[in-house]
């Protein structure tokens, strides 16, 4: 696999750069530091996003059809935890995994595989409350007030976007924090005046 060096910035390649710095965007890079630069192109990361968002959402149908059919016995508390734990989980997976990604071609589907992961989620947890607590021995009739399902299908997508939207956020800064923090101890040595060559000239005695 050819090592490859860009522009965290403006995705510029930094192969033949020596200079420390991007010459389209200015940003520092320290080749040996590797926070400091991306190791693939936006391309890359296209691909990769939407490979890991084909792959996620493979992984929730199977870990969602699972825990639906679990048997809960009579705990509904039990079934739903299970359920919306796992829609959850794999949401904030498929946030970071896009916070991480660097293209908008990678990050959309892994943003709305993780959203479907939090609706879906939400709507299988509480459907199938309703169905252990109806199943159990003499039901109260609050059981049968199952309302929240039908909810959770219509407007089920609203929490979970706005869920997996600040997951994404948080991680977005976390992550531009990291990068400034190195990037500005790469770029301090560079912006300070200390002569770059030795003096040409012996000093004066
Ligand atoms: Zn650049």
Redesign the pocket.
Known sequence: MAFAIH?L????DLKATTTGR?P????GFDPASPRTFASRPRRGHSVRGLLSAIVLAAVAFGLLRWSWEWPYGDSHHAAFRTIFGIGAALGVIAALLAARNRSWFGRIPLLLVGTLCAWAGLFFASEKYFRVWQSSPDPPDEAFADTGPIGALLAGWIPGGLFVGVVFAAALLVLAWRRRGRTESVSAPASSDAPTHPPTTPPSR
């Open positions: 522009c910035d403006c995705d510029f991007c389209e965007c200015g940003r």
